[in-house]
Every structure is written in C-alpha cells, then in structure tokens.
C-alpha cells in the first residue's frame, strides 16, 4: 500500500467508481479508491436475479442497516440495505434507469446550486449512458449511446407484465415506451443497468472497464484497494490532508497531495465527517469527538420515498415463489439463462412500473409503480403472487443520521421520520386509490388473483381512517436515501456547488447525500451522474461537448408505440374515478 496519492476517493459505490474511474482517465495524477467491502466479482451480483439472495439481509455485500422507530409507522423500526464491496448499492439494486424530471435539478439551481440545473446536467448523464436503442451512436437529443453504463430494455417476456401494462391502460394511464424520454409520465417498461442479461453496476462501467480479471481496468494511476474501511479524515489546521486505513487488522495513513472526495453514501458520508469532526458541535463532543468545524447540516435533511405494497396471491410458475413447482419452473430457467442469457434469471423482478399525477394541476408525477412478478412477503415465500408498489416520489419529511459511536464500523443512527408530514399521508393514499383501480382492470382482475394485505380495503373514500391505519402498517421504503450533506449556495449547507465541504479545504463530498431534494423516480443514474460532475470538478475540467438542452425534454421527440394493439391515448388520470 501506497503511502501518498494526489487524491483519495473514499467508497466506491456508484459516485465512487465514477469519480475514481474519470480521475484517472483524465491522468491528473494518481488517485486511490479506497473501499471497505470486497470484490463484486460473484454470481450474487452478476446475475441479475441474485440481488433476491443479497437485499433482504446483512452480509458480505449488503450492511442491512436497522432504523429507528418510526412514530408514523406504529413505532415500527425500518430496514435500509446498501451495497457493501465494489459497485456499492449498484451491486445490489433493482437496476431501474431512471433520472427523473428536468425541473427536479431546475429547483436544485434555484435554489443555489449553480451549475446543477437540467442544462448543466444533462450532458453528464449522457457522457455516462451507453443505450442500447442508440446502437452504438453517440447519442440524440436526450441519451448517450457510448458511455460506460449500459442501459438496456427487458431481457424477459413474463406475461404478468404485460397484463399490468393493459391493466393501467384500462385504468386511464397511457403507455410511455421511455420514462427518461420527453414526459416522465405514463405507464411502460423500465430500461436496466445491463449488458449481455448480466448487472452492469458502477464497477464494471469505471473500475474495470469490461475485464472481469482487472480491478482498475488496467490503469496504472489507480489503485483500487478493497477491505479498508476508513476510520475518520485527517486534517492540519483546516485542511485535510490524509486518512486512517484499517486494513488486514493493521492501521495506515495514507496521505493526499491535493484532494480527498467522501464517496461513502448518504450515511457513510455524513458519518465519516461527522467521526472526523466535522459537524454538530454539540452532538460532536458529545461522543468525545474534537471539533474540527462546526456543521449542524451535516446528518440532517435525511429523506426516502415511502412505499407500500398492494399484494396479490395467485398461482402461477411464471410468478416467483420458493415452491416445489417454482423451482422446478427455475430449474429449466436457469438452463436457459446459461444458453442465452434470457428469462427469468436476467429479469429484476420489477420490469415495469408507471409515474402519474395525483392532482392533474401539478406539474410532474408524483407517484411511481412498481409491479413485481412477486409477493415481496418473506413470511410467505412459498406463496405465488404479484405486488404493486406505490411510491411517494417527493415527500415533505426530512430525517436524519447521528453518530451511535465515534467509530465509524459502528452503524450510524438512522432515523427516516417516515410519513410525519401529513402531506404524504394524503399523497399515499391518493396513489393507493389509482393503484387499487388498476388492480381492479379485467387483464389482472380475471385471473381471480386473492388480496393478500389489503382485503377488506379499496381505497375510495369509503373508509379513510382504515386505509390510513393500512399505510401505517405497511410503509417502507424503496431504498433511496439521499440528502445528509446537502448541497447549496447558502452558508447551511454542507457543500457548496463545486461539491466542496463548507469550512474546511482539500474535501469535498460526491454522492446522494448531496441531493437537496430527492428527484422523481430512482436515484443510481443520478447518483452516478454526479460522481461523472464531480470529477470534472476535481479535475478542473469544462463540462461535456455537446448540447445542454434545458428545453429538449418538452420538444417532439416522436410518439411512443403502445404494447398489444393498446391505444395508448393520453387519458389524464386522477383520483375522483
């Protein structure tokens, strides 16, 4: 192990790879990434329907992080996976290709983060898409066709899917054939982090290049240097100049000439400043931490998107159980995945899903679906079924992460303070009573599917306090933690718009946890797109040829084709049907 670098890069979760990835392209210097977990060289990872094996519990790629009670949810505690080893959580996650809406980063700017609008970031999320539908291209208007990230369509044909797509449609939504296309809104298939039916997570993409047998893709200005968990940041006056590695049961200081950027995630982030002495003061020493700068910010702004399932059982092997029939069904899927990399193990379980308004006077969606060709009940694997998730995609709530510990291998504290704004209550339940109707449509309604949680309910204002009690039961989460060290033009926030950590120099923070405000849909392609602006960033480097858009998203951009002869008509949906 090296003792000096000209930048340490710390986590190589999706921002990780691509920061650490375009630092060391761009031959500013040397540059190390430094990652706690290990290689994301596993069948878990690489086959796409392995994350079933690696989200529902702590392992070797997963932390399988613990809430605090949740006083909205019944003083239920949550559960928040994130990816451990490299790749991060993108070694883990759904796969869903989604960047949300150009006015999500239109109110970023506005609200002080200079250089974040649609404009300025559109071009970086291209540089970092390889489309399939491009063939190769460089790109169009909106998407990159030779980037790093492979973002591809469906690489299975469930049935299911396709009857929720009609469903919906009966329902009133139109059928939307690119969710990242012109309007966001409308029901359709997702575009996955794939290539070849294999994950395609932020590693593969920056880190090695396509060669499996390389960790750094054959750089030799970077060291990608696993198992070391960083301890806390050095620092000389207010300066950061190095940090504490703990390594195969010893202890290194690795020092950097120029710059060290936290890519740790929206708790690993917010955590190591905070064990660094960086943040509040009070909380700070109250763990016996020195403070280096007072940040109250830093932890704070914590937000997620609530979720809930409507689930139903039926019988049928194209659906995933754990059942005698199941797997034999599997058995010859998994034959067929060998041959050509298609099926049921190249899917990620949710191959479709929908955005629409709960109110038509707003502007963007603000619900999102999820259909699984699954129950998502692990107290009843064996049980066929289907479930819809519905997803508040900006809620009003704002949580956040506290030191358990000044060690930073101890979990943080995380507390979401899920649903405490009554706004999302009422959001929810407004996206329930669409979900419920689409439920309700002949092409899922004739299988006589049986209600698995929610029998007695149908979300019409019959009965408000039953359904509320319902979401109170059944909130999660789907996994997007953002904003702990938000980002700002104001003196609060934790970063400035260079990405810059707030009263001290040579740090800067380059992930989520920059986020001011989640945007409407999944957030890896955001997240990686900010580790892509990062390095431009830290490298000195003028943003990407090509053209900044702000408007493109609402140009003509052809019409969309409906699946099975649908009409695909642009009916408005609204809760009053």
Same mark, same amino acid.
């Given at each position: 192990?090296?003792?000096? +670098? ?38 878990? $990872?690489?086959?796409? $329907? ?28 949550? +559960? ?6 490299? *790749? ?7 796969? $869903? ?7 999500? +980063? ?10 974040? *609008? ?267 079924? +289907? ?47 669409? =979900? ?24 019409? *204002? ?101 699946? *099975?002869? =649908? ?11």
């Amino acid at each position: 192990m090296k003792q000096e +670098y000209d930048y340490i890069v710390v986590g190589a979760g999706s921002a990780g790879c691509a920061v650490a990835g375009r630092l060391a392209d761009s031959k500013v210097g040397t540059v190390a990434l430094l990652e706690c977990g290990g290689s994301d060289f596993n069948r878990a $990872i690489t086959i796409p $329907i392995g994350f079933a094996s690696t989200v529902p519990k702590a392992g070797p790629f997963n932390y399988g992080y613990v809430t605090e009670p949740q006083p909205a949810l019944n003083g239920r505690r949550g +559960y928040q996976p994130r990816g451990r080893g490299l *790749g991060g959580t993108s070694s883990i996650n759904g796969m $869903i290709y989604i960047r949300g809406v150009a006015s999500d +980063y239109d109110r970023w700017a506005a609200a002080g983060c200079e250089g974040w *609008g649609w404009g300025d970031v559109l071009p970086y999320f291209k540089r970092a898409e390889c489309n399939e539908r491009l063939g190769g291209s460089a790109e169009d208007a909106l998407h990159g066709g030779q980037g790093p990230l492979h973002v591809v369509d469906t690489r299975s044909t469930n049935p299911f899917d396709r009857r929720f797509l009609q469903a919906a449609e009966c329902a009133g939504l139109r059928y939307n054939a690119d969710f990242n296309g012109p309007e966001q809104e409308g029901v359709g298939f997702y575009q996955r982090t794939q290539r070849d039916g294999e994950r395609w997570n932020a590693a593969r993409a920056y880190l090695h290049r396509g060669n499996p047998q390389s960790v750094n893709g054959g750089r030799d200005n970077l060291d990608v240097l696993t198992n070391s968990q960083v301890l806390r940041v050095l620092f000389a006056g207010k300066r950061a100049v190095g940090v504490v590695v703990t390594r195969d049961g010893q202890e290194y200081t690795i020092r950097a000439r120029r710059e060290i950027i936290l890519s740790g995630g929206t708790f690993g982030s917010a955590q190591l400043l905070m064990v660094s002495g960086v943040g509040p003061a009070a909380h700070l020493r109250s763990h016996g931490i020195a403070v280096v700068h007072d940040a109250p910010g830093v932890g704070q702004n914590l937000q997620e998107h609530p979720n809930v399932k409507l689930q139903q059982r039926v019988f049928s092997t194209d659906l995933y159980a754990a059942s005698l029939r199941g797997g034999i069904r599997l058995l010859g899927e998994w034959r067929r995945y060998k041959r050509e990399r298609f099926g049921m193990f190249a899917s990620n379980i949710a191959e479709t899903g929908a955005f629409f308004k709960t109110d038509p006077a707003l502007s963007d969606p603000d619900i999102q679906l999820h259909f699984s060709t699954t129950l998502n009940d692990p107290a009843a694997r064996r049980l066929h079924g +289907y479930s819809l998730n519905v997803c508040v995609l900006r809620p009003h709530t704002r949580g956040q992460v506290l030191l358990a510990s000044p060690d930073a291998r101890t979990a943080p504290v995380i507390d979401q303070n899920l649903m405490a704004d009554a706004r999302d209550m009422d959001t929810m339940l407004a996206g329930l009573r669409v =979900a419920r109707r689409i439920l309700d449509q002949s092409p899922l309604a004739r299988l006589g599917a049986t209600a698995h949680n929610h029998a007695a309910l149908r979300f019409d *204002g019959t009965d408000d306090e039953a359904a509320r009690a319902f979401i109170r039961k059944y909130t999660d989460i789907v996994f997007h933690p953002v904003g702990t060290c938000r980002m700002g033009g104001d003196s609060a926030s934790v970063v400035d718009p260079q990405l810059r950590v707030r009263g001290v120099e040579g740090l800067r923070v380059a992930d989520a946890s920059v986020m001011p405000d989640l945007i409407g849909g999944n957030t890896n392609a955001p997240s990686i797109m900010i580790g892509e602006k990062a390095a431009d960033l830290v490298g000195g480097s003028d943003r990407p040829q090509g053209q900044a858009l702000a408007s493109v998203w609402t140009s003509a951009h052809g019409q969309a084709g409906t699946p *099975g002869g =649908a009409t695909g008509r642009p009916v408005p949906v609204t809760t009053n049907a």
